[in-house]
């Protein structure tokens, strides 16, 4: 029986998305078990050399992982064939999980130097991954129009205030550090105030806006 565990930590927009894949990449497979670990402190992180949220073990071993992946209670971009997502795509989850080489995996060829990895992007911790989560939820309630889903851009529409301008440049500053692997633009040049992300298809799939 292979051993599948899915590690995460609250607050962590990706790991429904990837728990999604995992399921289709198994297509109901009877020969594989699943288990989910929620990573809540970063003593467990140091202690089970978790590679950020979301990571994939396939019998205890990262397939996505390099000796330059660094160890943290972090967020995690994965490199894909389309570029830095926040979820490996099915297919390099169904060569995960088939003991493909790194090469197979990531799509890419083998990386050489300190950011070779599939690195940990995102620079806020859990409590602060929540905490913006739950700032968006609340400017989402205030003031969302419409949202624009294209295959390569989002297009958010927010009412304009002063207050919706003010909190909406404080989210995206957050979001430009933490998430610099898509483009983050607010565009004022309408009656309503516009958030517009931009960036591949598996990249914008890892995002909870809107």
């Keep these: 029986m292979l051993e599948i565990t899915l590690q995460y930590f609250d607050g962590c927009p990706n790991w429904e998305v990837i728990d999604r894949r995992l399921a289709e990449a198994l297509d109901g497979r009877s020969d594989v078990r699943v288990a989910h670990q929620r990573v809540e402190t970063a003593d467990d992180a140091a202690r089970l050399e978790f590679h950020g949220s979301p990571t994939v073990l396939v019998d205890g071993v990262d ?3 390099d000796e330059h992946t660094p160890v943290g209670l972090a967020c995690r971009v994965f490199r894909t064939p ?6 490996p ?17 990531t799509g890419l ?7 070779g990895g599939l690195p940990i992007a995102c620079a806020l911790a859990p409590t602060a991954g929540k905490q913006q989560l739950e700032r968006w939820r609340a400017f989402d309630d205030d003031y969302l129009l419409e949202v624009e889903r294209g295959e390569a851009r989002l297009v958010v529409h927010y009412a304009r205030t002063d207050d ?20 983050w633009q607010i565009d ?6 516009r958030l517009v992300v931009t960036g591949t298809p598996e990249q914008l799939a890892g995002l909870s806006i809107g």
């Design 63 to 65: 397939p996505f992982a």
């Design 82 to 87: 389309a570029g830095l997502a926040g979820s």
């Design 89 to 105: 795509t099915v297919d390099q989850l169904r060569a995960a999980i088939g003991r493909a080489p790194t090469s197979a995996v």
């Design 109 to 115: 060829e083998s990386p050489v130097g300190p950011l």
């Design 164 to 183: 919706s301008a003010r909190r909406l440049r404080d989210l995206v500053a957050t979001e430009s550090a933490c998430c610099s692997f898509v483009d």
């Design 188 to 193: 004022d040049d309408h009656a309503d105030l």
